[in-house]
């Protein structure tokens, strides 16, 4: 049977209703991410983004549960208490993002959705709320990036690259969070060009795949790098345990593997994108520093430590330019005296 955005948006509807029924600490619950796009699949996947807010919670955290093989239920709870400092969550690029950029309410409780709405988005779309967003990304970027000077030339393949897609990552979300809110994995590129057309500063989208990859001859190594990624993708999905990483359970697989398989033929840098990612992390996770197929596929794309020093120089003024583009964006919307001040 064949899922369309219309089926996923019922089904949750069904879902929620029966969940609140049965589980009374929940406040709230809101839809947010890729289902609100006009056209959620990248080869026919995706996934349904929820907010579950309860009055009995201790800390957050992420549930994710199959509805087919290609869709997934990708469920974040949070207490209530989290969303008490209504002025936090103004600047807060996440949560306040998914409360005011049109979610679709599927529960809620005494008007509670109605109350936090009305006390952040009165201010959320501020330039001065916008620019702190983006700081929050910025700052981040500036630290990895001093993180990366300290791993250029060792042998420590993956906390180099996890310090480096950490570093882009954040760079580019700084300028995402001008325009609308933060970027994920798998629209990560196509947003930010839709992001920097707005902007006026498409040079950006440039750099940052250039940053990703620099090899035109990868396409030809496909079936080869694939090969070592879905082993280990497969490995640390049956045998780590999923509540400590959820977003790699075994349900999730085809959510990447099917983008990877569709942006390889259509968009590499995003195939590339996805794979380091994904990767990066299950390596991190599992301790693993080097590994064969790994190191040689960072090699291919330039993003090896010992390929280092050259890149630190372009990630020097990819940020630079990032940097200006905050800036001016700031002066352009009336905060000449509160943009620079915070750009370190």
Request: negative net charge; proline residues 4%; aromatic residues 16%.
């Amino acid at each position: 049977m064949k899922i369309t955005k219309e089926k996923l948006l019922r089904l949750s509807d069904s879902y929620i209703a029966q969940r609140s029924r049965k589980d009374r600490s929940i406040v709230c619950a809101y839809l947010t991410g890729s289902l609100l796009r006009e056209y959620p699949f990248i080869n026919n996947t995706t996934d349904v983004d929820i907010i579950m807010i309860h009055s009995e919670l201790d800390v957050p955290y992420r549930e994710i549960s199959a509805i087919s093989e290609d869709a997934t239920f990708d469920i974040y709870h949070y207490p209530r208490s989290y969303f008490a400092n209504t002025r936090n969550l103004r600047t807060d690029p996440w949560i306040g993002s998914s409360l005011c950029y049109d979610p679709i309410v599927l529960f809620g409780k005494g008007h509670w959705y109605e109350f936090v709405l009305s006390s952040v988005e009165a201010s959320f779309f501020l330039p001065e709320n916008a620019l702190q967003r983006a700081l929050v990304f910025n700052r981040e970027a500036h630290k990895y990036y001093m993180q990366l000077q300290r791993l250029v030339n060792t042998p420590y393949d993956v906390t180099y690259a996890f310090n480096y897609i950490l570093c882009i990552e954040n760079a580019v979300n700084s300028v995402a969070c001008l325009y609308k809110r933060p970027l994920t994995m798998r629209h990560f590129l196509q947003d930010f060009i839709e992001c920097c057309n707005e902007l006026n500063c498409i040079n950006l989208v440039t750099e940052t795949i250039g940053l990703i990859t620099e090899n035109s001859g990868l396409e030809q190594y496909r079936q080869y790098y694939a090969q070592f990624w879905n082993y280990y993708f497969d490995y640390f999905s049956n045998y780590v345990r999923p509540d400590f990483y959820p977003e790699y359970s075994k349900v999730r697989i085809p959510y990447y593997q099917k983008a990877v398989e569709a942006f390889w033929e259509t968009h590499l840098p995003s195939a590339v994108w996805i794979m380091l990612n994904t990767w990066t992390q299950i390596f991190s996770a599992m301790k693993m520093e080097q590994n064969e197929g790994f190191h040689s596929f960072l090699g291919m794309n330039g993003l090896t430590p010992q390929q280092g020093p050259k890149r630190m120089e372009e990630i020097d003024h990819f940020l630079e330019q990032v940097d200006d583009t905050i800036d001016s964006w700031g002066k352009s919307h009336g905060l000449e005296d509160g943009t620079s001040i915070y750009i370190e």
